[in-house]
Each structure stands twice: as structure tokens, then as C-alpha cells.
């Protein structure tokens, strides 16, 4: 099973899996083939990094279907649809729905291999910045409720008379719950409680989208 950057091609024609199979191979990126949507989602693995690259017309289900599917399944790989049975319509509908390219058979093997790198580069940041806020959302999770009132007010740019007041708690009991969010989030500076607020408004946020 792949455990880095990998072009998962789907294809029905096993001549055009083996060829994009090698196309890959040879440009220094890991390719591996499924003759259809459904090998390719009864062997996916949440770990698997990469992209897609994904035929039209299959037998079963199709690469917009299989694309539908794993918007639906959560699925965040990027896909690149490559065909020989394009039109305008069709290329509107796989961006829509999140494509990362819509190519055209017969394409040029350097096209392809720019197009499959910046959907690999794609999926990176997706999964960087996915586990960023995980990492967020788990050092949150550690502060209890006025904690996290002192951090959001912190990060607001009050003073702890202020905050005490607002709380209606005293200045050193804010202090106190200040010193623990601080431990607990590893924050050394005011920079750091500044992005950790940034964290918490975000996350906010999300709760209330």
C-alpha cells in the first residue's frame, strides 16, 4: 500500500492503465492502477497521499460518479480527469464538482505530468493545513470553559483588570486561569496566545457554520 505521494489511476483499458502506469513511473512520481471506481474505493485508505487521475466513461461507475462519491465519502484527493470524450459541458460539470483539471486525450506527456504535480503539491497543503487544525482543535480541547474565555478575551487585546471585570471574577483569579491556558496550549509570548486566539475564533466559527 502506497504511503507517499501517489497517482492513483483509474482506467477500465488496461493498455492506457499500463502506459500512464509507466508515463508516471518514468517522470519520478508512484503511480498505481484500478480498472475501475469501485477496486479503487473497496481499496482506499484514509493515509493514501496524492491524486487521481481519473477516466470518463467506464463501465459501472463513471469518473464523475466516482468523483461524486468521494466528495461524499469525504474524500479530499484531488482528481484530474483525463479523456477521450470531452465537451464543455461535461468539463463544467467535473470542475464544479471539484476537479483539479479536466484533460483531453491524446494529451502531451509534459502537460500531464505538470498537471499531476500541482495536484499532488494540492493535496499536500490540504492535508498540512487538515492537520494543523486538528493539532488546534486538540490543544483546545484541553482548556476548560473559562479558559477559554480568557484566552479569547487575551487575544482581543484586554488587560487582565478588564477581563476580570467582564468575567466578573477577580484580577489574580484571571491570572491563574491565564498561567494554565498558557501551559496547556504551550504558549510562551503574547504572539503565541494571539494565534491560539486566532485558533479558537476559527474554530468558533466552524461550530456556528
Known sequence: MPNSATVFVVDDDAAIRDALSLLISLHGLRAQVFASADAFLDTYRSEWRGCLL???????????????????RDISLPVVVLTAHGDVATARAALKGGAADFLEKPVDDAVLIDVLGNAIRLDAERH??????????????????????VLRLLAQGNQLREIAGQLEISP???????????????????ADVVRAGSELAAETEGEVD
Open 54 to 72: 481519473v477516466d470518463l466513461q467506464m463501465p459501472g461507475m463513471s469518473g464523475l460518479e466516482l468523483q461524486a462519491e468521494l466528495k461524499a
Open 128 to 149: 498540512s493545513t487538515a492537520q494543523a487544525r486538528a493539532a488546534a482543535a486538540e490543544r483546545l480541547g484541553r482548556l476548560t470553559p473559562r479558559e477559554r474565555d
Open 172 to 190: 489574580r483569579t484571571v491570572e491563574v486561569y491565564k498561567a494554565r491556558m498558557m501551559e496547556k496550549l504551550g504558549c510562551r509570548t503574547l
